[in-house]
């Protein structure tokens, strides 16, 4: 009967003979429609045998022959609308799966010490597992997690005997790209990890044949020797820019959405890097919960937060004049060490030599000694805290240097591998090229001449008095002299195309001011070799000088070509020459917009001496390297009060938006609805710099410290402004520090011989890593509308230093003003280097589900084998099989040929 069945099922011989069967009706009708079809078959049946009694003259014989075969195909047609069939029971025993998700975060490359007490037994087991020779203090994270995990003993092939294992990663370097949650490998039930990390493989062909690991998204055993290779864990590269435990949670849970789960392993360093990242955490350990998995977590990393300081940034100028005072500023960041004392210095070595192992044997540019500020009171103390150190030095040797910071490391520091930075500079010989117009000669006027005048080794100028006699000699520096102020761009902007020839001593001033130098031949000092910075003082509208034209200019060399601009309101003409609408667009450059002065010249008469206007520094100005005459910024804002007063200054109808005031007058404030009266105010114009200043009486400072702080005002404004030479091609990255994985919007802006805008369809830039020299190259595409501007979004994929330049070699490298970035680690994987147990803590369901790395082989007593014994009944039909309807089909045929014969209708 088996084999019977077997045969007219179709199954496969002994399919029944190994399990338990039985023959039923599988029909879901209910009682009613089984009443129904038996009362059909009785009727059917009754109305067979009455119509073959009413037969004519057949035998009767032939008549109950008939009748059953009508009888049997009516009764198999009713047995067909029950569904006959073979029910076989199968009973499968079913395993859940085992989750374990490993972070793969960059904060995985970080080394942990153990240091504190209550650490010693978690460094002794982690040291002991390591080959000899190897130091724990200097084995990643990532590296301990694969020597823990991985292995022929590893906790992973105990598991793997009773639960399949899914291995995870979370956390990516190609987000948008790559799933951020992705399964890695996979160990099926009785299978094992392949051996890696120095541990040992079966040797023995009973354990090669047992030693099966799956290949990665392929579900396929692999052999231990070529396991090796594709080991998932050995797939981990600790790249990821973010740490998302609640992400990665869900992403496993929904990959694994109506199957059995044994367990949730969450293997990290617990240290989550998204905002807001405890209420995600807090909904995915309820989803977990919803769906009734426990959640285990391993611990990797040493909790206690550690003792470090660190060189961010140093931030100085690309380019810097010898013999000028210099500004570096140092950006520290530190934790666990607020109030204690730090050494900071700034050492320089020239670009090819090398620097010494012990570098303390260099003499420092620059050293300061800083207390390390504490943390805010609303935060923790291992909070990271950041701060500035300025240090000022003058150089004195000419080329291109690499300024290195450096904080002198502590013992108990986490690592002092971040204790530097560096910046590259090149110091310069090149003198500021200052362009000076004046309204008249007034105090103000000649002592700003004779500033510039005086410092022949940092400043060369060119003057041009609008009210003087054309037979008067405009005072100039050797070779700078002009008989007209600039026509056309090219004599505006300093090409940096000429060298700069040394100015000859220049003679004392008299008692009026005046000072004089020596002048060059007529023939040269026509056409200078252009400007860094032109300085505005009360101008007025001359024919063929300063009218429309030269207004004209001087906005493009402004905003185009970086140049710097000062103007200097007076009471004469200012107010004039800005309303009228064709000095427009030098009126649109300034922070400002000027009111008419109202100035009551009958109370000034009588009462002979003007009230002093008190000259406040903004939390802005006291910082500003525009007003910044000392270094400190308390000491700053006390010689700001001392200062000889101000009598007179412009009025202000409004500040524009992008206006950053840097000195103000509190008192008259009657144009400005309330509003402090700017007295200094800066602003960016395009690609360049514009300084406002709404006084004329700065001379009256000559007498505080011989002048000091006259010089020191003057000189910042100009070193402020002054940019580099302007350039043909100007590289731009929308900042200096990047995260990987952040995007960088490139930008150039290129410009011919003749410094008019190029027109190619595209522009080229070379990206080159200043420590291995390699370089990769990046196309950028013309902007529409915009001639000469090019643009293209890159993402950060490697770390390091950076300089930007042109691709193009047919380009004089000194015509492009490159730009150098670095490329680090995110912050946020970078912020808090410790482990955090508590946010571990959290995730696990219970307490003792919570494991230190160097105890993850206990993880296998934790989750119980799950095994679950599933019966299934396999319904095999009897019905809807070839025999059954060849049957009826036959009998229906020999009822037919029987009545035909014996003449039946």
């Not at 730090?342 to 070595?349: C, K, L, N, Q, W």
């Not at 100005?621 to 101000?646: Q, Y």
């Not at 200094?680 to 690609?687: D, E, H, P, R």
Request: hydrophobic share 40%.
């Amino acid at each position: 009967m088996t084999r019977f069945l077997e045969w007219l099922l179709n199954l496969e011989s002994g399919r029944l003979a190994g399990g338990e069967w039985r023959i039923g009706l599988v029909a879901d009708y209910n009682n009613y429609v089984r009443l129904g079809l038996f009362v059909l078959l009785g009727v059917l049946v009754w109305l067979t045998v009455r119509n073959y009694r009413r037969e004519g003259e057949v035998r009767p014989r032939i008549k109950k022959l008939l009748a059953a075969i009508r009888i049997t195909v009516i009764a198999l047609v009713i047995a067909i609308l029950f569904q006959p069939a073979v029910v076989l029971r199968v009973t499968e025993t079913l395993y859940s799966s085992v989750l374990v998700l490993v972070d793969n975060s960059m904060s995985m490359r970080y080394a942990d010490r153990y240091a504190a007490e209550d650490q010693a037994e978690a460094r002794e087991a982690l040291q002991q597992s390591l080959p000899a020779g190897t130091r724990l203090a200097e084995t990643s994270r990532i590296d301990i997690l694969r020597r823990q995990l991985g292995g022929s003993d590893s906790v992973l092939n105990r598991l793997a005997e009773n639960h399949p294992i899914e291995i995870f990663r979370f956390s990516t370097s190609e987000p948008g790209r790559q799933a951020y949650t992705d399964i890695i490998g996979s160990i099926p039930l009785a299978g094992r990890l392949s051996a890696m990390c120095g541990a040992a493989a079966p040797a023995d062909a009973a354990s090669a044949a047992s030693a099966e690991a799956t290949a990665p998204g392929t579900g396929e055993a692999v052999s231990p020797a070529d396991a090796k290779g594709a080991s998932p864990l050995a797939a981990l590269d600790a790249d990821g820019y973010e740490t998302n435990l609640a992400s990665a949670i869900r992403d496993a849970l929904d990959r694994f959405q109506g199957r059995r789960i044994g367990a949730l392993v969450v293997v990290s360093d617990g240290q989550p890097t998204q905002p807001g990242w405890a209420v995600r955490l807090d909904a995915a350990r309820d989803y977990a919960e919803q769906r009734g998995v426990p959640r285990l977590a391993v611990l990797v990393g040493d909790p206690t937060p550690p003792k470090n300081m660190a060189v961010v940034a140093v931030r100085a100028p690309r380019e810097i004049r010898r013999n000028s005072e210099t500004e570096v500023q140092v950006l520290l960041s530190h934790r666990n060490l607020g109030g204690e004392k730090a050494d900071v210095a700034v050492y320089a070595r020239k670009i090819e030599d090398g620097w010494p192992e012990d570098i303390t044997r260099l003499s420092p540019l620059a050293t300061e000694n800083v207390t390390l500020i504490d943390a805010d009171e609303d935060s923790h103390r291992a909070t990271r805290v950041s701060q500035t150190v300025a240090l000022t030095f003058t150089p004195e040797e000419l080329g291109e240097y690499v300024y290195r910071a450096v904080v002198k490391p502590r013992p108990d520091e986490l690592t002092d591998e971040d204790n530097t930075a560096d910046a590259f500079v090149k110091v310069s010989d090149d003198k500021i090229r200052v362009l000076l117009v004046s309204g008249d000669a007034g105090w103000e006027y000649q002592y700003i001449r004779n500033y510039f005048l005086r410092q022949p080794d940092l400043y060369r100028l060119s003057v041009w008095q609008q009210n003087a006699d054309p037979e008067v000699n405009q005072s100039a520096s050797t070779g700078m002299k002009l008989t007209r102020l600039p026509r056309t761009l090219k004599e505006l902007i300093d090409s940096g195309e000429t060298s700069d020839a040394p100015a000859p001593p220049t003679e004392p001033a008299g008692e009026d001011g005046e000072a004089t130098t020596a002048e060059a031949g007529e023939a040269g000092d026509a056409v200078p070799p252009g400007y860094h910075v032109v300085i505005l003082y009360d101008p007025m509208p001359t024919k063929d000088g300063f009218d429309t034209e030269f207004i004209e200019l001087l906005k493009q060399f402004v905003t185009v070509h970086r140049g710097g601009l000062c103007y200097i309101a007076s009471n004469k003409h200012s107010f004039d020459v800005l309303s009228d609408p064709a000095a427009k667009p030098l009126a649109d450059l300034l922070p400002v917009k000027l009111a008419r002065n109202e100035l009551d010249v009958r109370r000034i008469i009588q009462e002979g001496v003007p009230d002093a206007l008190p000259v406040h520094l903004t939390s802005y100005g006291a910082d500003h390297p525009v007003t910044k005459l000392v270094s400190s910024s308390d000491d700053n804002r006390r010689i700001w009060n001392i200062l000889p007063p101000v009598y007179w200054a412009h009025a202000i109808a409004r500040r524009k938006p992008a206006a950053r005031v840097l000195a103000e007058n509190p008192v008259r404030s009657t144009q400005l609805r309330g509003e402090a009266e700017p007295l200094v105010a800066v602003q960016a114009a395009g690609s360049g710099r514009v300084v406002y200043v709404g006084f004329d009486e700065t001379w009256r400072w000559r007498f505080v410290d011989d002048g000091f702080y006259h010089r020191r005002f003057w000189g910042n404004i100009v070193r402020y402004l002054a940019p580099l030479n302007a350039r043909q091609v100007i590289i731009t990255a929308g900042g200096d520090r990047f995260s990987a994985g952040q995007k960088i919007t490139l930008e150039v802006e290129a410009f011919d011989k003749e410094f008019k805008p190029r027109t190619e369809p595209t522009f080229t830039i070379r990206m080159v890593d200043t420590k291995t020299g390699e370089a990769v190259e990046h196309e950028l595409a013309a902007i529409d509308n915009r001639p000469g501007q090019y643009t293209a979004t890159i993402v950060a994929s490697r770390t390091g230093t950076f300089d930007l330049t042109a691709a193009d070699d047919t380009i004089d490298p000194s015509q492009v003003a490159g730009k150098q970035i670095v490329i680090e680690l995110p912050q946020a994987e970078s912020q808090r280097t410790e482990a955090n147990r508590r946010v571990m803590e959290k995730l696990a369901s219970k307490e003792e589900y919570l494991l230190g790395i160097e105890d993850v082989k206990h993880l296998a007593d934790l989750i119980p084998p799950g095994q679950l014994e599933a019966v299934e009944y396999e319904r095999h039909a009897l019905w809807d099989t070839v025999p059954v309807w060849v049957l009826i089909a036959v009998l229906l045929a020999v009822e037919w040929f029987l009545r035909k014969r014996n003449n039946m209708a």
